[in-house]
Structures are given as structure tokens and as C-alpha cells.
């Protein structure tokens, strides 16, 4: 599962997108209560400009991981 993370992060950083968004998805069905691919996920549809899924993914993080600070900074905002 985590190597979809790193190969999400890599395609992030390539601006490979839309590969980026497919290895998030295929973290969260390997482990849909890890917070981190819902962060990654939300952060990758904010930089493509859809703020409406981002904040989505955002909250599915915050509901699983409440505590997280990188999360409370994005709510705080």
C-alpha cells in the first residue's frame, strides 16, 4: 500500500497528475482508513483546481485521523 504513496508522490512532483490521483485510489482500496492517502489525494485535486474534491478528501482524513496536524492547519484557514 505504501507504494502507491510513493508512486503517487512521484507522479505529483513529475505533474503527472491523473497517475498521481490513480495510485491514491489504489492505496485507499488496499486501506481505506489511512488518513495519508486521503491528505495526499486532497492535495493532489487542489493543485489540479478542484477545491470542492480536495476539501472531500480532506474531511474523510480528518474524520480518521482528527489529530492531524497538517489537517488542523487546512481547517484553521
Known sequence: MLIHI?????????????N?????NSAIKLAPNMALAYIKLGSIYYS????????????????????????KAVFKE
Open 20 to 24: 498521481a490521483v490513480k495510485e491514491c
Open 6 to 18: 510513493t508512486n503517487a508522490t512521484k507522479f505529483y512532483y513529475l505533474k503527472d497528475l491523473e
Open 48 to 71: 489540479m483546481g478542484n477545491q470542492e474534491k480536495a476539501f472531500a478528501n480532506w474531511r474523510i482524513a480528518k474524520a480518521i485521523d482528527p489529530n492531524n496536524p497538517e489537517l
